[in-house]
C-alpha cells in the first residue's frame, strides 16, 4: 500500500474515532450545561414509588402550579395546557393533561422539554408519568391529550408559593423524516 494511501486511511480513521467520541460526549455535557449553567434539571425518567414511598401530606400548605405549553416555529402544532393553575397541597399526587394538535398534513414527531421555575422548585417537583419522558407522534391533523402526573415535595422551600410548569415542544426532524418515509415502522405512541 502507498504511503500516501495509508496516511489518508489513517487520518479518515482518527477522524471518525474523534467524530464518534465527541458526538458520545454531547449528552452528558448537554446535561451538565442544562443542569450547572442555566439550573434547569435535566429528567431522568419517572420518579419511581420508592421515592415518593414515606412521603407526608402537608395539608396545611397550599401551592400554585401554573402550567404553560408552547413549540418552537419549526414544529406545525398547537400545544397548550388543559388548565392554567391548580392549587396543590405537598405530597399528594396529582394529575393534569397538555393538549397536542399537529396541523401539519403529515406525521410529525416531537420531543417536549421541561422546566420548572423557580430553579430552587426544580428538584421538589417530582413527575411520575410524562408525555416528556418519549418522543411524541401525532398524525396529520390528529389532536391527543398528553397526561401529566405529579406530586411536590413536602420539603419545598417555605418561601415558595408558586411553581410553572412550562414544556416546550421541538420537532424531532430525523424521526419525523422517518415517519414520513412511505415504508416507515415507526409507529404512533400515545402519551405515557
Request: glycine letters at 4%.
Amino acid at each position: 500500500m502507498k504511503p500516501e494511501v495509508r496516511k489518508t486511511l489513517k487520518n479518515v480513521a482518527l477522524i471518525s474515532v474523534c467524530s464518534f467520541a465527541f458526538a458520545f460526549s454531547m449528552v452528558p455535557l448537554y446535561n451538565i450545561a442544562c443542569e450547572k449553567i442555566f439550573g434547569i434539571k435535566m429528567e431522568k425518567g419517572p420518579t419511581g414509588e420508592e421515592t415518593l414511598a414515606g412521603t407526608k401530606i402537608n395539608k396545611n400548605r397550599k401551592i400554585t402550579v401554573e402550567f404553560d405549553g408552547t413549540v418552537n416555529s419549526k414544529l406545525p402544532w398547537d400545544f397548550q395546557p388543559s388548565q392554567l393553575t391548580m392549587e396543590v397541597v405537598p405530597g399528594k399526587m396529582y394529575d393534569t393533561h397538555y393538549i397536542a394538535k399537529n396541523n401539519a398534513s403529515y406525521a410529525v414527531v416531537g420531543n417536549a422539554a421541561p422546566s420548572v421555575t423557580p430553579v430552587v422548585a426544580s428538584s421538589f417537583f417530582q413527575k411520575t408519568e410524562c408525555f416528556c419522558f418519549t418522543q411524541q407522534l401525532l398524525k396529520a391533523g390528529e389532536q391527543r391529550d398528553m397526561p401529566v402526573r405529579f406530586v411536590i415535595n413536602p420539603n419545598l422551600p417555605e418561601d415558595v408559593h408558586t411553581i410553572t410548569l412550562s414544556y416546550t415542544f421541538f420537532i424531532n426532524d430525523k424521526a419525523t423524516a422517518l415517519a414520513k418515509a412511505p415504508s416507515s415502522s415507526l409507529t404512533a405512541r400515545s402519551a405515557p
